[in-house]
């Protein structure tokens, strides 16, 4: 897989960009911690390069269904205000965000 | 009632269920007696995250009334408990974390639809690593559930509140979810019956996702007939889960109450790289004496091969770890849970995360988005589903040699608390027997084997082909009428009885 991983200095800004890709804000000491734990990680699941899976097809799911469909019809949802009922904000039946666009 | 001792005999769900018919018993005595128990023993087990004393008992007084005026419902006034994972209209589901420490369902899961219209009554919310991520329920960030057979020991995990409860007469029967083998290896090491249904079985509706091709609720009971009971009320097709499988479900209490006294005719594979080396003597000698006893009852023991279990950790650990990136992005503070407000969305939604996810949580998340990430893909994701083509076939081969696979559950028994929560990789590699089945969709149970020399319980795992839940609790059930039965958990540490370490 891709060499340039292994090391250590390269994987630190690969843990920080994919934190930013996951939202998930990281400390120095997170980005520490990572670092090894990924690096370990990583380097164990490597040895899945030993076998040969050229020619084989992936499974996404164990069992063959695909496309399952529901007639269209309107069935009732959650009520408005129990869909609200956990919002760390709301104001009019509307969850409260900060401001997206300026 | 004293606190000092072993917790008295509760019932099994099948004796349960017969006091309550035969008015032997009121399910307000059942629910008090039972939340007594909790009273005594949760402060040293931490099995239950919440417990719904009011609620259940009143819940338990109107079953009793109404089964007085006759409502056929089976299950009228049967406590169920509920791993926190699994939504109860009303009651709160945290699994496990920080990020929904408030949260209350605003619905049921299928499942607790199914088991309210029959009648259950929800006792309270079971312990589990934090969204069902880790093999001990030590990530919980409500402390770690204990295990009854030593309490400085891992109840196992994720589902280790549910097992912990069963075992210590907590709970008549609770539900889990095993995506990787959170039902199995906890209901191993707390010495009770674990069932993970074939993938499609049950609906996922209503369970909060960890990774959603391997994801499957199933029972954690007493005995193999009691796992037989739960499943046929939690098994079929539901609308509202679009990958429950719309087949015919069969009669598992009678394929349990109809079993042979014997295994002639039934042929059992040992699959060799599951007694490789790595596993304990005491656990490898238990599933020999479970082996030595089939066929003594019978049973055709072939030696099988399933080539690729040695890649099955790294596969599985790929795998679920991208579905867990993707279905943990709806943790954002916006619609419920946590928020750790900031001007910035960005910064809120970032924030948020750090704050209310775990460790482990992060681990997988960072794992997970890294195997999706541009340039990854193929390398990682993409490679690891391939190794799940390669173990589903492992499987379909087995099983064209034989009708079941029997194997140890994990390599160990219970390990101590701490012990392996700082190296997460050894932790991984403890799923290796369990994580294969959730990859290849396939049913398993686990089932107490005996004790180990420190008196730990050790669990076997027979696995069947897929939608073959009949055959698996058939087979299971005669074989947990050779094993020994296991005593009464001691509720202690055996520390200070001075085994050894």
Redesign the interface.
């Known amino acids: 897989?891709?060499e340039h991983t292994t090391c250590s200095e390269d994987l630190a800004a690969?843990?920080r960009?994919?934190?930013k890709?996951?939202?998930?804000?990281?400390s120095e000491d997170?980005v520490a911690?990572?670092t090894r734990?990924?690096g370990?990680?990583l380097e164990?699941?490597r040895?899945?390069?030993e076998?040969d899976?050229d020619s084989?097809?992936?499974?996404?799911?164990?069992?063959p269904?695909a496309n399952?469909m529901?007639d269209d019809e309107p069935r009732p949802g959650?009520p408005h205000t129990?869909?609200l009922?956990?919002?760390?904000?709301a104001r009019d039946g509307l969850?409260i965000?900060?401001?997206?666009i300026e | 009632m004293s606190c000092s001792g072993p917790v008295s005999e509760l019932p099994s769900l099948s004796a349960a269920l017969d006091a309550l018919r035969r008015n032997e018993v009121s399910s307000e005595e059942l629910v008090s007696e039972l939340l007594r128990t909790i009273e005594c023993w949760n402060p040293t087990l931490n099995a239950y995250v919440y417990v719904n004393s009011e609620e259940a008992l009143a819940c338990a007084r109107e079953a009793d009334a109404r089964r007085r005026a006759g409502d056929p419902a089976p299950w009228v006034g049967v406590p169920i408990g509920i791993k926190d994972n699994i939504c109860v209209r009303g009651q709160p589901c945290t699994c496990g974390s920080k990020i929904l420490k408030s949260y209350r369902s605003p619905y049921d899961a299928t499942v607790s639809r199914r088991l309210r219209e029959a009648g259950a009554v929800f006792v309270g919310r079971l312990n589990l690593d934090e969204f069902a991520m880790g093999s001990s329920t030590e990530t919980s960030a409500w402390g770690p559930a204990r295990n009854p057979w030593d309490v400085d020991r891992v109840a196992g995990g994720s589902s280790g509140g549910s097992a912990a409860a069963v075992a210590a007469g907590m709970a008549v029967a609770a539900l889990g979810s095993d995506t990787g083998g959170s039902i199995r290896q906890p209901a191993a090491f707390c010495g009770c019956v674990g069932l993970k249904p074939s993938y499609g079985r049950v609906s996922r509706y209503g369970l909060v996702a960890y990774a959603s091709s391997l994801d499957q609720i199933g029972p954690l009971t007493r005995t193999v007939r009691d796992a037989a009971l739960l499943l046929s009320v939690l098994a079929g097709r539901d609308p509202m889960d679009s990958t429950s499988l719309d087949v015919p479900v069969p009669d598992y209490i009678a394929a349990v109450d109809q079993a042979p006294d014997d295994l002639r005719g039934r042929c059992i594979g040992l699959p060799r790289e599951y007694f490789a080396e790595g596993i304990e003597p005491d656990v490898a000698q238990a599933v020999k004496a479970a082996v030595a006893d089939m066929a003594r009852l019978g049973a055709d023991v072939v030696e099988v091969s399933l080539p690729h279990t040695h890649y099955a950790v790294a596969a599985y650990y790929l795998i679920a770890t991208a579905e867990a990136s993707a279905n943990l992005a709806r943790f954002d503070g916006v619609r419920y849970g946590l928020r750790v407000p900031s001007e910035d969305v960005l910064e809120q939604y970032e924030r948020t995360r750090a704050e209310g996810f775990g460790q482990e949580v992060k681990r997988r998340i960072i794992l997970g988005t890294y195997a999706l990430s541009a340039g990854y893909y193929d390398a990682y994701y993409l490679r690891a589903q391939k190794v799940r083509t390669l173990i589903r076939r492992d499987f379909e081969r087995a099983f064209q040699q034989c009708d079941l696979l029997l194997t140890p559950v994990a390599p160990t028994t219970a390990f101590r608390i701490g012990e392996r929560i700082s190296d997460p990789l050894t932790m991984y590699l403890g799923d290796i027997f369990t994580v294969p089945a959730n990859l290849a969709g396939i049913c398993a149970i686990s089932i107490p084997a005996g004790l180990d020399s420190r008196g730990l319980p050790v669990g076997l795992q027979l696995m069947a082909p897929a939608l073959e839940e009949a055959r698996l609790l058939q087979v299971a059930h005669v074989v947990e009428q050779t094993r020994p039965r296991l005593p009464r958990p001691p509720l202690a540490s055996r520390a200070s009885g001075g085994s050894p370490a």
């Open positions: 897989m891709n690969e843990v960009r994919v934190a890709l996951a939202r998930i804000y990281v997170d911690q990572w734990d990924l370990r990680i164990y699941v040895q899945l390069n076998l899976v084989v097809e992936p499974t996404a799911h164990a069992i269904v399952v529901r959650l129990e869909a009922s956990n919002a760390p904000a969850f965000v900060p401001k997206i």
